[in-house]
């Protein structure tokens, strides 16, 4: 950007600023959302989705069982026996199987299936 343009902005915010355009914005006074957490590698999705109020349905299949995965461990601890547990990971992994099997939309998939055995162990482990 040459000095020109920089004078140019300079001069439009000055502008702005004196017809009260920055007052009372959302968020002013407040931290940045999210400021001290480290981004995921999808944060710029992330922030969209949550801005625009994009539900997970919207997302590409690819994101959405990154997000499944993710809170994977919450979703298990609200189950009750090691069957449901067992049931609701088995489920997941058909959903990956087919992601990993077939093209689907979205970014690659960075993750394979997960193991039965290991995650209800960690149920319980939790549970303990």
């Given at each position: 950007m040459s000095?020109?343009?920089?004078?140019?902005?300079?001069?439009?915010?000055?502008?702005?600023?004196?017809?009260?355009?920055?007052?009372n914005?959302?968020?002013?006074?407040?931290p940045?959302?999210?400021i001290g957490q480290p981004l995921r590698e999808d944060?710029?999705?992330?922030?969209?989705?949550?801005?625009?109020?994009?539900?997970?349905?919207?997302?590409?299949?690819?994101?959405?069982?990154?997000?499944?995965?993710e809170a994977l461990p919450a979703t298990?601890?609200?189950?009750?026996d090691d069957a449901a547990v067992r049931a609701a990971v088995e489920a997941l992994n058909v959903r990956i199987r087919k992601a990993l099997i077939g093209p689907i939309e979205g970014p690659p998939l960075r993750f394979g299936l997960r193991?039965?055995?290991?995650?209800?162990?960690?149920w319980r482990e939790r549970r303990s």
């Open positions: 000095d020109r343009q920089a004078r140019g902005v300079d001069r439009q915010i000055q502008e702005a600023e004196g017809r009260g355009e920055f007052k914005l959302p968020g002013a006074g407040k940045l959302p999210g944060w710029w999705l992330h922030q969209q989705a949550t801005r625009e109020n994009i539900g997970l349905d919207a997302l590409p299949p690819a994101l959405k069982l990154a997000r499944e995965i298990l601890d609200a189950l009750g193991d039965v055995d290991a995650e209800v162990r960690a």
